[in-house]
């Protein structure tokens, strides 16, 4: 192991050296073109100079292995085309290219690939020290989680904790519920350090990494009774037996859940509080769900390193294409470009410290400038081990706007294709940390420790402006309607209705594809439903079509009675609430059919009625107004239960 690490040194830090290929050389850009009938996915690419031959490769997403090639094909070949493929489907496709060199490429392409109605579900482990400070906030981060088909399981916890007691409660949310599959660390939650490894190629980096996969293996043996090593420069890397830091460099089984996390802590130079940074972040990461930041759907690419046989950036060559084509990647300066113009990915590299890599910038440079990017991947020494002060792979997401996520890509190589037909993020990295053949090729890094996503595991790359007002009560004895306002997105095809027992669960599909904005839901029980709405509407990217989805947006609790008389209900009844959101006051305009008592409840998260009202409703529109002021900042509804049903509505409270 040491000898390989060393003879890497001269690779990672040659700079400008020259080799026979440019990275660009090692990897095939793959873009398909579809159609529905005949069913048809026509993959092209650019020819590589020193390509001799080609070989195609094909399976299911889910399958783990590729099998026998399904074509062989000539020097000069730049399109393949697949007939045996079927609508409302999607496959993974593998190239590569022979000759003096290999070059791989990868993805996942579709014709009308099916929409992603439910996620999975996903512990969020949130820091206690944001949980009041930014307590509006992450309750709109855990709603915008449920409305993607996420169930969600909260713990808010003391970042003192350690991170055996962290695990502990996974590993019980695991065994309690099959359906979790993912990790979400909201600030500094014990960091776990594992191994003795610098798959940056420095000695003097040797030793523990920080390793958040520790927290996703379910079933793994970590140990703490073999490494015991102190010649590292930085303490944090020292690795003693019995220090509660673990031995394993490589992942020692296969992780459960995908991870990422976002992390603010010790980050001095952006002259802000983690609270504030982790507000704005969550705020920008809202919008861009709700389709309301401009992103140019391009790639950027800054290589640093040369024509270095490792291809560093072949993690941009290779992926960029099937998500904006190939014609939409440009090999430029990243800090510049970034801070100018927007583009939904950029990748750069260069040699590195804990607070730079060579070319492409410092910490500062993301202080003292704006990251209009989404998606970003850097790669250099250092920086990959990421808990140490101005990180240079956790600056990016201190910047004011936009940028949500963060890799270190080259030691090993990333494989995110599947984003392309709508995955999330956390789907690809949960990829790359348990690969080990399946993509090629692999390299330094592959299968250990340290490999790690910074930001919102949950993000994808499109979305789409969602309905709203999303309000309903009871219709009859064992039926509730709804009604919401319709998306101002263009194009939309349709709308979902889902329903699950508790605000933030298992939301399950009960309806078809609806072109109306209401919908009846029949032969329920008594009890408490929650509901949510989503848009549909196809999109077409570089690596064919799937259905997208946008976020939900949510009801409150609809109570069901069976018990009430409903003979009187002949008119469904609507409530408005505004300002929404509020800071001191809230008015609810309610139109009804009849006059007749009614009794407001305003209910927090948790269920509990904070505020009761009697009222009498006359016929038509009724204004009540509620002094919320004295409210903790955050997401509630307010129920109008009248002689007919209830009604409700959500809102949100503002500091």
Not at 207 to 221: C, E, I, L, Q, R
């Amino acid at each position: 192991m040491m000898k390989r690490y060393l003879i890497l040194i001269a690779l990672l830090f040659a700079g400008k050296a020259s080799f026979a290929q440019a990275p660009k050389d090692y990897s095939i850009q793959l873009t398909a073109a579809v159609q529905e009938n005949p069913a048809q996915i026509v993959l092209s690419w650019d020819s590589i100079a020193y390509a001799t031959s080609y070989q195609i490769f094909k399976k299911p997403k889910n399958s783990a292995s590729w099998g026998p090639a399904m074509a062989f094909l000539g020097a000069t070949d730049t399109m393949y085309v697949d007939n045996a493929v079927i609508v409302d489907s999607s496959y993974e496709y593998k190239m590569v290219a022979l000759g003096v060199q290999t070059a791989y490429g990868y993805i996942h392409a579709g014709i009308k690939a099916p929409a992603i109605h439910n996620r999975g579900a996903m512990v969020v482990m949130i820091d206690d020290y944001f949980s009041t400070l930014c307590a509006a906030e992450l309750d709109q981060m855990i709603r915008d989680l449920a409305g993607d088909g996420w169930e969600i399981i909260r713990h808010d916890v003391s970042r003192t904790l350690p991170d055996v007691a962290i695990k502990a409660m996974i590993q019980a949310d695991y065994a309690a519920n099959p359906r979790v599959n993912a990790l979400f660390i909201v600030g500094h939650i014990a960091v776990p350090y594992s191994g003795y490894i610098y798959p940056d190629g420095h000695p003097d980096h040797a030793g523990a990494w920080a390793a958040d996969v520790f927290y996703a293996d379910m079933d793994g043996t970590w140990t703490d009774n073999v490494v015991n090593d102190n010649g590292a420069t930085r303490p944090e890397n020292w690795n003693m037996i019995g220090d509660g830091k673990w031995d394993q460099n490589f992942l020692p089984s296969s992780t459960e859940l995908e991870v990422s996390r976002i992390d603010f802590y010790d980050m001095p130079l952006f002259n802000k509080t983690e609270e504030e940074m982790m507000i704005t972040y969550l705020n920008r990461a809202h919008r861009f769900k709700m389709d309301s930041i401009t992103i140019a759907k391009r790639a950027l690419i800054d290589e640093n390193f040369g024509n270095s046989a490792e291809a560093f950036s072949a993690n941009g060559w290779r992926n960029f294409p099937g998500f904006v084509g190939r014609e939409s990647i440009y090999p430029i300066e990243f800090v510049q470009s970034i801070a100018d113009s927007s583009f939904i990915w950029a990748y750069g590299s260069g040699g590195g410290s804990y607070t730079s890599a060579s070319g492409v910038g410092t910490t500062n440079s993301f202080v003292n400038n704006p990251v209009n990017g989404i998606f970003t991947m850097l790669f250099g020494s250092y920086f990959g081990d990421w808990d140490s002060q101005n990180n240079f792979l956790r600056a990016p997401l201190c910047s004011d706007v936009p940028a949500l996520t963060n890799c270190w890509a080259g030691r090993p190589n990333w494989h995110l294709h599947h984003m392309s037909l709508g995955e999330n993020i956390g789907y690809s990295a949960k990829v790359t940390q348990n690969n080990n053949t399946l993509y090629i090729p692999t390299n330094t890094g592959t299968r250990y420790i340290h490999i790690a996503l910074m930001g919102d595991l949950s993000l994808r790359m499109d979305y789409i402006k969602p309905p709203s007002g999303l309000s309903g009560g009871q219709l009859t004895d064992s039926s509730i309607f709804l009604n919401w306002a319709q998306s101002p997105d263009t194009s939309i095809s349709g709308y979902y209705v889902y329903r699950a027992d508790a605000l933030y669960g298992n939301y399950q599909l009960v309806s078809p594809l609806l072109t109306n904005h209401n919908f009846e839901d029949h032969g329920l029980a008594t009890g408490t439903y929650y509901y949510q709405v989503r848009a549909m509407k196809p999109k077409m990217t570089p690596s064919g079509g799937y259905v997208n989805l946008s976020i939900g947006t949510l009801s409150t609790g609809m109570f069901l009675d069976n018990t009430l008389s409903v003979a009187e209900l002949t008119a469904n009844p609507t409530i408005n609430i505004y300002p929404n959101p509020a800071k001191d006051r809230i008015t609810v305009t309610i139109s009804h059919s009849k006059a007749q008592k009614a009794t407001f409840s305003i209910v927090d998260i948790t269920g509990k009625k904070v505020q009761t009202l009697d009222k009498q409703l006359s016929n038509g529109n009724n204004d009540i107004s509620f002094d919320v002021h004295q409210l903790p900042a955050g997401v509630y509804a307010l129920l109008v239960q009248t002689e007919n049903g209830t009604i409700s509505s959500q809102w949100v409270k503002t500091n």
